[in-house]
């Protein structure tokens, strides 16, 4: 079937709509601070946003252990709620029963502050049949299509279109989804996902030739498995997914973020620091470490901790993003943060989304030296950094200006931290335990960002 599209709608960003009103807390950050001590790393709201979908593919309860307390987690909840599964929350712990869907449907009013929401539409279209997923808007950081999500799903047999902003999908009544061999255009992470959540309700066989590697991939595999799936290939870029009539409940830890910890040891490098990470997973950090180790720092780990140790001002180190297990577009940002006041010049290259340098903009406001050509930033470390007010235009970046404020002269003012809040829980908490001194500043009634 064609796809069309009717009257797509204004696009949002992905990361806030213009004109909403948004809360305008910030963070003040007196620089010049050593940290040391032991940090406890939070779940990954990467892979816990498609774990959270994956309820949807059954009517047993999903119990889920180390679900981060993020703003895009409590969003994906609010709509799974009026899809009609039963969800109960006590800390870090939740359960989800999705033994009645009422709605199979995505609103636009939730999808424009949360491009995951389309992660819905693999696994309502597996058990349900149907599902009706508003379109994500564009991103702050580039763009991210899902064309590549309803191909795999036409060929998969879902007859879909795409009307008033909307995809509206269906199979024939009757009948499920059938197994393909399916080769993605791109390697994609969120297709990848929701491709294999829909394969594992699929009559038959289905290939995912060029899927994703990510350990959020992997970790979404190894709880499908948990639940009755046959998959083949986890950890590879080759998933083999038999499907079966039905999958039941199961219990599961969400994976620890890899790139909150990738922050903090930034944070630790750049500081001249002395940081434990405890919980997490030390090889889907590789490429990280590797480069860390190349700036001087002294980085050691077993199962699952890390410590990395800086007596020296950093070296610069160049960098190229990639997908996993390359170093990572999300780790970007903060290690650029660190090669502004690295010793030596570098050269940092974007080559997942095209619009990821808009951090840089700022941390020249904090005296960093970079110029940009392309997909290229070039960067000539400085002494010092001072401190400015600053604004935070994504998730990442958001993070970058963190560490950049750290090692600071003086107070950094960092604005619009909404950014901040879907991908890292209380960050000023955590810093502080380890001699930080960040603070955030609540909004006033009435204030926006």
Known sequence: MRITQESAGAAGNGEGVAGERLAADHLEIEGGERLAGEITVSGAKNAA????????????????????????????????????????????????????????????????????????????????????????????????????????????????????????????????????????????????????????????????????????????????????????????????VTGVARLHGATHDVVPDRIEAGTFLCAAVATRGDITLRRVVPGTLDAVIEKLRETGANVTGGADWLRVRMDRRARAVSFRTSEYPAFPTDMQAQFMALNCIAEGASQVVETIFENRFMHVQELTRLGANIGIEGNTARISGVDRLSGAHVMATDLRASASLIVAGLTAEGRTLVDRIHHLDRGYHRIEAKLCAVGARIRRVEARQGEIA
């Open 49 to 240: 946003l498609p774990i959270l979908c994956a309820s949807l593919l059954t009517a047993e309860p999903l119990v889920l252990g180390n679900v981060p307390d993020l703003h895009d987690v409590r969003t994906m909840l609010t709509l799974l709620t009026r899809m009609g599964v039963k969800v109960e929350r006590k800390g870090e712990a939740v359960t989800l029963d999705a033994s009645q869907i009422t709605e199979p449907a995505a609103p636009y009013e939730l999808v424009k502050t949360m491009r995951a929401s389309i992660l819905v539409l693999g696994p309502l279209l597996a058990r349900c049949g149907e599902a009706r997923v508003s379109l994500p808007g564009g991103c702050a950081i580039g763009a991210r299509p899902v064309d590549q999500h309803i191909k795999g799903l036409q060929k998969m047999g879902a007859e879909i279109m795409l009307t008033h902003g909307d995809i509206v999908a269906g199979v024939a009544r009757g009948s499920r989804l059938r197994g393909e061999t399916l080769v993605t255009d791109m390697i994609t992470v969120t297709g990848t996902e929701n491709l294999l959540m829909a394969a594992t309700l699929a009559d038959g066989v289905t290939v995912l030739a060029n899927a994703a590697r990510e350990p959020e991939v992997t970790d979404l595999a190894n709880l499908l498995v948990k639940m009755g799936a046959k998959i083949e290939g986890i950890g590879t870029d080759r998933l083999v």
